[in-house]
Structures are given as C-alpha cells and as structure tokens.
C-alpha cells in the first residue's frame, strides 16, 4: 500500500483530544491500512517514534426510516490509536513531509 495514501486525518472528539496531552493519538486511516503501514508512514513523514498501534473499526449504525428505507447514522471507518514515546515530538498533522 502507498503509505501517503495511508493516514485520512484526525478524529476530533473529546476523548481523542484529552489523550494528546499523554502522547497517544487516533486517526482515521485506508481501511485496507496495517499497523506496519502507520506505523512506517509515521515515521516517514512526521518524524514521530511510535511505541504502540491499535486497530478499531466501526461499525455502521442503521435506522429505520420507513418499511423499505433506511437511512446510515454512522458510516464504516477504521481507526488506529497510536502511543508516541516519550522522547518524540508532538504529531502535528499538517506538517506533511515529502522526501
């Protein structure tokens, strides 16, 4: 897999922004992404140690709308949590470095 395609973004909610302040980060990733592969694209192009990495997936969440209809609440997305070491710099996603 390409490894600039392998990292989406952040995921922006409270809890993933209160874990920052430890070092430990979750992003939004290629669902056919492994953890080699964010882990390599990290150091590659953040200049970021990485200790650990764990996958998640979600699961879509469907409502019934009517008899035939149904309607997505939350789509399929996989995300990885990633533990920086202590000795690292912070990960600052919109400093994307090419080589």
Not at 20 to 28: E, F, M, R, W
Not at 33 to 38: H, N, S
Not at 72 to 94: A, C, G, N, P, Y
């Amino acid at each position: 897999m390409e490894l600039a395609h392998v990292i989406k973004g952040p995921v922006l909610t409270e809890k993933a922004e209160a874990q920052k302040v430890a070092g430990i980060y979750t992003l939004k990733v290629d669902p056919k992404a492994t953890k080699v592969d964010v882990k390599n694209a990290l150091r590659r192009f953040y200049d970021v140690d990485v200790v650990s990495v764990r996958a998640l997936r979600t699961v879509p969440k469907v409502r019934a709308i009517s008899a035939h209809k149904s309607m997505q609440k939350r789509h399929r997305e996989k995300r990885m949590i990633v533990k920086l070491s202590k000795k690292s710099k912070t990960l600052d996603l919109s400093a994307f470095k090419t080589s």
